[in-house]
């Protein structure tokens, strides 16, 4: 069965204070790793796919990476708008579902 | 122009009343589905639809029933609540198998 673990469980930054969240999965076959922002009371909002191990994408502040049995998000000079929770989950192959870990809540103090 | 929408908002109900989620997707995706995100935020599949195809059913008990009418709806149909129904649900659709999933806002369902 698909797992995903994300640590840590919840940060505190100061604002330009930046730092990585971590996200390490077991899956037989992997099809997509994907990162998602969750804002309270909010459905998650897409960020990120990652395919295959070596895979870097960007957006903004952040920056997602990818090896055979990790995700790392990184902040750069993170923001207090960037405060919300970082869901990490991975697809399998032939598998419809995505499997999610239980996230990390960002909190960027100003 | 909300990409995944679902109604209710919000649904408070007593338990053993029958309730029921709507969710519309005007993407043009062909698989939609239905999580359940519970108190301590874990979001897990119940359902996976491909173009009005059951896919996955995620050992939910039988009091859930998803229906799809066509490809664009996906509606979730409760009976008999119980208090451990409380959660907040949330539709989501993609294109195809392996991309990423777009989610609705959420319907917080109290069962009192």
């Known amino acids: 069965e698909d797992q995903v673990t994300q640590s840590p469980e919840a940060l505190r930054l100061q604002e330009g204070e930046s730092s990585s969240l971590n996200c390490s999965y077991t899956?037989?076959?992997?099809?997509?790793l994907f990162w998602y922002r969750q804002d309270p009371g909010k459905g998650p909002e897409f960020l990120f796919t990652?395919?295959?191990a070596g895979e870097e994408k960007e957006k903004e502040r952040l920056k997602a990476t990818l090896t055979k049995k990790e995700s790392f998000l990184h902040i750069t000079a993170p923001k207090p708008e960037d405060s919300a929770t970082y869901l990490c989950a991975v697809r399998n192959f032939g598998n419809e579902k995505l499997t999610f870990g239980t996230g990390t809540r960002l909190t960027i103090i100003p | 122009d909300t990409a995944v929408s679902q109604t209710p908002k919000y649904l408070v109900t007593q338990m053993g009343n029958d309730k029921s989620i709507k969710c519309e997707q005007n993407?043009?995706?062909?698989?939609m589905y239905w999580y359940k995100q519970d108190s301590k935020k874990f979001l897990k599949i119940m359902f996976s639809?491909?173009?009005?195809?059951?896919?996955i059913n995620e050992t939910v008990p039988n009091r859930f029933s998803p229906k799809s009418p066509d490809k664009a709806h996906l509606n979730l149909h409760i009976n008999s609540l119980e208090l451990g129904d409380s959660a907040v649900y949330f539709c989501?659709?993609?294109?195809?198998?392996?991309?990423?999933?777009?989610f609705g806002q959420g319907t917080r369902l109290t069962v009192v």
């Open positions: 639809y491909n173009n009005k195809e059951l896919i």
């Open positions: 899956v037989s076959g992997l099809r997509g």
């Open positions: 990652l395919y295959s």
């Open positions: 993407l043009g995706h062909d698989t």
């Open positions: 989501a659709s993609s294109a195809y198998d392996g991309a990423e999933a777009f």
